[in-house]
């Protein structure tokens, strides 16, 4: 059966009433064609706004048992380094330590990671450094050294000195013997106030062939590829065998 061919419409040929009619129809079919528009648009918002709500009690879900977990490593490890101070009779002041399990196959690494910053004291060791550059200004040498003190005064976007360069800066304080630089760096050395940013916990593991990994804690370091990591057997430290002449 072939199909019904529409042929064109001369519209000469219709009526005043016909083409009120076809326009009438015209205007129907684009209001419903914005509606159904209107419709698709505001089922997508729904369903978008569902699915943000039910993906978010699982995510509520991984972010207490993230603290949870964090918690309990923290604790853990804390009475350790209490217990390894009491033993080794060693008070340590460290940002991080690490503890390895005794057949060497798993790393923990716990700490706090550490913003350099200054107090309001550092602008005037700052001003006493360009003070001494001022004044050497025109002496043998000077444009050698002016070079190095003003690489060394280098700050970074939020205005701090590198600790290392504070470090060398002394060093090249000690050279010169200048009353004026020395007291300008001890002044930018006493006004470090280093900020605890955040705590760390990182973790790494050894496979079946002794390679280390690192052991993904953190949401975007997933791939959605991965395959879990498998459980670690536990293994007895591995001893040498006492050597026979």
Same mark, same amino acid.
């Given at each position: &059966? ?18 009120? #009619? =076809?326009?009438?129809?015209? #205007? ?12 698709? *648009?505001?089922?997508? +918002? ?5 699915? /943000?709500? $039910? ?17 309990? /490593? ?11 101070? $009491?033993?080794?009779?060693? %008070? ?9 399990? &005794? ?10 990671? /550490? ?12 001003? %006493? ?14 444009? +050698? ?7 060394? =005064? +280098? ?14 800066? *002394? ?22 106030? @280093? ?10 593991? %050894?496979? #079946? ?26 293994? #007895? @430290? +591995? !001893?040498?065998? @006492?050597? !026979?002449?």
């Amino acid at each position: &059966m072939e199909a019904t061919k529409t042929l064109p419409v001369d519209l000469s040929q219709l009526t005043p009433a016909q083409l009120a #009619e =076809l326009a009438k129809q015209l #205007e129907e079919q684009k209001k419903a064609k914005k509606q159904a528009i209107k419709n698709n *648009r505001e089922q997508y +918002k729904l369903l978008a706004s569902d699915t /943000v709500k $039910d993906t978010f009690k699982p995510l509520i879900g991984l972010s207490k048992h993230i603290l949870n977990v964090k918690k309990l /490593v923290f604790d853990n490890f804390n009475a350790i380094i209490e217990m390894k101070s $009491d033993i080794y009779g060693v %008070k340590e002041g460290q940002q991080s330590h690490t503890f390895t399990d &005794m057949a060497g196959n798993i790393s923990i690494k716990i700490g706090y990671r /550490v913003t350099d910053a200054y107090d309001d004291t550092f602008s005037a060791g700052m001003q %006493k450094v360009t003070n001494y550059m001022t004044r050497i200004s025109g002496t043998q040498g000077a444009e +050698k050294f002016k070079k190095i003190v003003s690489a060394l =005064l +280098k700050t970074d976007a939020k205005g701090n000195l590198k600790p290392s360069r504070v470090l060398e800066l *002394r060093q090249f304080s000690n050279e010169e013997q200048d009353e004026e630089l020395s007291d300008g760096v001890h002044i930018i050395e006493q006004s470090y106030r @280093p900020v605890k940013s955040c705590q760390f916990v990182e973790v790494k593991f %050894k496979d #079946e062939n002794n390679k280390w990994h690192s052991l993904p804690l953190s949401i975007s370091a997933f791939d959605l590829e991965d395959e879990p990591v498998a459980e670690i057997e536990e293994q #007895e @430290p +591995k !001893t040498e065998e @006492p050597c !026979t002449k």
